[in-house]
Each structure stands twice: as structure tokens, then as C-alpha cells.
């Protein structure tokens, strides 16, 4: 299993269970936590950017209209893209 970063960690517990109840080919289990490990740590890494990924939006200041905690919406575009 991937090793990485202590909140990663702590979300990943639950998916692990959940495969193991789901998947019993050890090897599958170690393939299926690694890629949805990437996807999360992916996630987590979105979450940083400063500007909307739809509209670029990032006014005056970094962060104007796009959230930084990446759950809500750009308040520019509201997420769709179009201003």
C-alpha cells in the first residue's frame, strides 16, 4: 500500500475496508487502494490552485472568485466556465 501524507491517510482508511469486504485477490486489493489513493491525493492537490480551472478567474487578488478550500464554487463563473 502507498504510504503518504497523515490526512490521506485517515480518508483512505474506510476505502480500504471497503475493498477488502469487496475484493479478495490480495493483489487486486494493493492495485485498487493505489489508484484511489492518486485520485484522492489528485484531489487534494486541485484544492490548492488559487484560480477557477473553468474561467481562469482569480481577480485582483488570488482567490477573488475562486474558493481555495475547492467546495464551492467560483463565484465568477459559478463553475460553468462562462462569465
Known amino acids: 500500500m502507498m504510504e503518504g501524507t497523515e490526512p490521506i491517510d485517515e480518508l483512505m482508511r ?4 471497503a475493498i477488502k ?4 485477490n490480495p493483489d487486486a486489493v494493493t492495485d485498487i487502494y493505489n ?3 492518486e485520485a484522492v491525493m489528485k484531489s487534494m492537490d486541485a484544492k490548492q490552485y488559487d484560480t477557477c480551472p473553468e474561467c481562469d478567474g482569480s ?3 488570488a482567490g477573488d472568485y475562486f474558493s481555495d478550500d475547492g467546495l464551492r464554487p467560483c463565484l465568477r463563473c459559478g463553475g460553468s466556465g462562462e462569465i
Open 59 to 61: 481577480g485582483e487578488v
Open 21 to 24: 469486504r469487496h475484493v479478495k
Open 35 to 37: 489508484r484511489a489513493y
Open 14 to 17: 474506510p476505502v480500504l475496508a
